[in-house]
Every structure is written in C-alpha cells, then in structure tokens.
C-alpha cells in the first residue's frame, strides 16, 4: 500500500500550488472590487479571463476530464489532490482551470453520450472555455431527489422536440456565456419501467420558449462567480430531434453517470475549503489576543483545531480510496464509498467552516473573510446532488442485504 502521489500528480500539485499564490489568491479581492463595477452582475470579471488565460499557459486546464482526447487525460486518484487545492479558493480556482461545475458534468456527459455533432457544436467550445452549460434537471413543484419524479415534457413532434415544464435552481444559468441547457425530462411519462421514461435533451438558450426567469439565491448569495443559480421556464420550446443525448428513455442513466463523478468532485473541493478554514482559523488564533491571551492559548480553541485536523486527514483518505475504486472497478463499484463520501464530507466540513466562523467572531459573517461563503457552499452541499437522507438511505439497503 502506497500513499504517495505519482510524479505526475506531485509536478501537477507545485505547479497548482505556485499559480495559487502568484494568481489566483490576489485575484479574490481584484474580482470583487471589478464586479462591483460590471454593467450586469452576471458578467464575468476581467481578471477571471486572465486567470484562465494564464493557466492555460501553464498547462493548468481541463485536468478533470480523464479522456485524454478531451482532457488531461488524469485518473480520479491524480485528480483528486489537485481538485482540492482548487476548493481552496472555490469562486474563482475552478473557473480559471475549465474545471468549475456545472459544465465539468455536462463535458463529461458530451463526451460519453453526444453524437459527433453534438460533441462538435457544445463540447468543443466547453473544452475551450469559450462558452458555459447548465444541467436542468431540478424542478420546484417535486422531489427531485428522486429523479422519477421530474415533471417536465420532451414530446416528439415530427421532426422536432418539444420541451415543456419548469426548473429552478439551475446552476450557470444566469451567466450570458451559457449558451445550452442539458435538460432532463419525460418522454414516456406512462411507460412501465419509471427508470425508462426519461429522457436528455440540448435545448439553446436562445431558443424561443426559454425564459430564464429568476436568480436563485443560496443563504443571501447569488453565488457570481458560478453563472448564479436560475429558475428556467421551458414554455413549447423546440428543438431539432438530433438534439436528443443518446436515445429515448436513456436520461435516468445518463444523469447516474455525471451524478458519480460530480459527487466526487464535489468532495475533493470540499477538502479544500476545509483546509482554507482551518489555515484561516490558525491566523486568526495567533493574531487575535482575548481575556488577557491569545485565542491561540484557549483550551476550546485547541480542540477545534486538533478535531478539525483529524477530521479532514479521515475525510482525505475516504476519498482517495473512493477515487481509487472508481478509476480500478468503475463509478458501479465504487457506489457504496461514493455516497459515504457524499454523506460525511459537507457534513464534517460545513462543522470545520462553523468553527472558524466562531473564532472570527463578527469577521467570520462578513465579506472580509471568505468563510460566510464557503458556508453557504458546503452547507448546500449537503442538498446537491442528492440530499444526505437519500443517500443513507441507499446505502444502509445495501448494507442490510448481506444480512437478508
């Protein structure tokens, strides 16, 4: 058992580590003073562009993307460090590396299940960071933690599609720079099997019919940075029947496969916030003197730095060993580590976030620190991607199955 990074992964890891501090943690506060000054909130900041111009000089882009037609052609387990320095600075790392969600799913996605002239028209362009994608897959009328549910109509019509219903919460949408919805909906509502009935669909978002109605705030953000979270309404548009991803009644299994990894990078990042709080709160318990001594000097303050630490080595592990299952016996095989993951990281990491909140005191909810925000992201996580119920749920059954 080896726990070492490969050489490419190590060499990947310094190169990241440097454009971090040379780039991309300056550009925090730059991107907030130029957004102030945007003529629509949902521009993107200048300095945004420089960042991905200067990671792509450097090598730094689409290292998600195992296929290495498209990507960097990484496994999970060399991606996965690198995943996490990048949550470190989750409103902008991301972004500038082409690795930012939602549009790292829908690359995926394009590149397993679109036609070649799907992959020509959207993927190529994602690829090039020339363009952003949004999935549509959230409804606010049913539980769309069980995607059976999902209301919204894709209905054949001679040579033409028809997409009818209403999402929210969907991620991107309010950037100008996303140009296509991946949306998911029924086309057989009545079919026998309910894992049948669904369908994807590329709708673009100039197509008449399609209203992006709203921003979506998460805890008081409009979360910028990501293309905002967007209620979208569907009202007959209509598409070409080439718009179709893969065939009819195939959508279930084709959000089970951009679910896996999503799940997982969502956790990699998380590690990486985490590792921001715990920094942040290691700073401010040195620097800040109460009751006579430093916060750095207080028994509470130890406890939550030492449970932090532990927590966060445990958590690292889990996910490296899940990034390993998944790159050795595939997304299936590696269900059950892939919603442990899922369970025990926004959980432990939205507690770590809290703490450093705590010992920031009135710093720690307000926009001179990034804590408040990074909350507000892994506490949504805990509702993305399936909420934590659902998964216990499915894997206590597999759990109770060896013993029936």
Known sequence: MDFAYDARTEELRARLLVF?????????????????????????????EDLKAQARRQGLWNLFLPDAEYGAGLTNLQYAPLAEITGRSPQLAPTALNCAAPDTGNMELLAQFASDEQKKQWLKPLLAGEIRSAFAMTEPEVASSDATNIETRIERDG???????RKWYISGAMNPDCKVFIVMGKTDPDGADVRRQQSMI?????????EVRRAMQVYGYEDHSHGGHAEVVFDGARVPASALVGEEGGGFAIAQARLGPGRIHHCMRLIGMAERAIELMCRRAVERTAFGKPLAQQGVVHNWIADARVTVEQLRLLVLKTAWLMDTVGN?????EIQAIKIATPRAVVDIIDRAVQLHGAGGVSQDFPLAELWAGARTLKLADGPDEVHQRSLARRELKKYV
């Open 202 to 210: 590329l709708v673009p978002r100039d197509t008449p019919g399609v």
């Open 332 to 336: 299936r095989g590696a269900h059950t």
């Open 159 to 165: 040579d033409e599609y028809v997409v009818t219903g």
């Open 20 to 48: 971090m501090d040379e780039f991309v943690y300056p550009a925090e506060a730059v991107a907030h003073e130029q957004r102030a000054r945007l003529a629509s909130p949902w521009d993107t900041p200048r300095v945004v």
